[in-house]
Antibody
Framework: DVQLVESGGGLVQPGGSLRLSCAAS????????MDWVRQAPGKGLEWVGR??????????EFAASVKGRFTISRDDSKNSLYLQINSLKTEDSAVYFC??????????????????WGQGTTVTVSS | DIQMTQSPSALSASVGDRVTITCRAS??????LLWFQQKPGRVPKRLIY???SLQSGVPSRFSGSGSGTEFTLTISSLQPEDFGTYYC?????????FGGGTKVEIK
């Protein structure tokens, strides 16, 4: 079964840093782009960022709200995805999910989109 | 950035009712739209991809339609287990953006 397990969340002071991890299993991790999505308490879903695969030079994309503070990386040899979050703000408090991007053929065209989500890890930014 | 306006923000309906949720994109996104269901305390679950393709394992009472800027998620006959919050997501361009969510309550 495809499985994503996040870890590394916790309580951190404003201005602090944290590194979240996502361990993947049940699929060929290196073949897939991966996303991070977050959800603040009682709020909706917010896309955080994406990392592409080796064939696309592991390039990344980010939401404006986190650009310059967050970094996404991956270690394909360990089937692991990471989110380095720096200069944390109280508004970064959220559950952080890692999400697989799955490719399939839809109506004759290649289609890549989020499918499987991890269970999430909680980041709380507070003094 | 593409804004996704989802409506209604909440609804209450009876078992057996037909329920329709709409997402409007601020610019055209072709069919690069997903629908997710999230139950309280749970992880979002993909229901529909490519605007109208039903995810494997999802009951056929769920359907999606639309292209361009207007999209609809329909539950043809609401069931007790369909409570939760529904989100659309556009992935036509960066940054990816979610709709604000529709909370579905069973009367």
């Amino acid at each position: 079964d495809v499985q994503l397990v996040e870890s590394g969340g916790g309580l951190v002071q404003p201005g602090g840093s944290l590194r979240l991890s996502c361990a993947a299993s049940g699929f060929t991790f290196s073949d897939h782009y991966m996303d991070w999505v977050r959800q603040a308490p009682g709020k909706g879903l917010e896309w955080v960022g994406r990392i592409r695969d080796k064939a696309n030079s592991y390039t990344t994309e980010f939401a404006a709200s986190v650009k310059g503070r967050f970094t996404i990386s991956r270690d394909d040899s360990k089937n692991s995805l990471y989110l380095q979050i720096n200069s944390l703000k109280t508004e970064d408090s959220a559950v952080y999910f890692c999400v697989r991007i799955y490719g399939q053929v839809v109506r004759g065209a290649n289609y890549f989109a989020m499918d499987v989500w991890g269970q999430g890890t909680t980041v709380t930014v507070s003094s | 950035d593409i804004q996704m306006t989802q409506s209604p923000s909440a609804l209450s309906a009876s078992v057996g009712d037909r329920v329709t949720i709409t997402c409007r994109a601020s610019q055209g996104i072709s069919s690069y739209l997903l629908w997710f269901q999230q139950k309280p305390g749970r992880v979002p679950k993909r229901l529909i991809y490519a605007a109208s393709s039903l995810q494997s394992g999802v009951p056929s009472r769920f359907s999606g339609s639309g292209s361009g800027t207007e999209f609809t998620l329909t539950i043809s006959s609401l069931q007790p287990e369909d409570f939760g919050t529904y989100y659309c997501l556009q992935h036509n361009s960066y940054p990816l953006t979610f709709g604000g969510g529709t909370k579905v309550e069973i009367k």
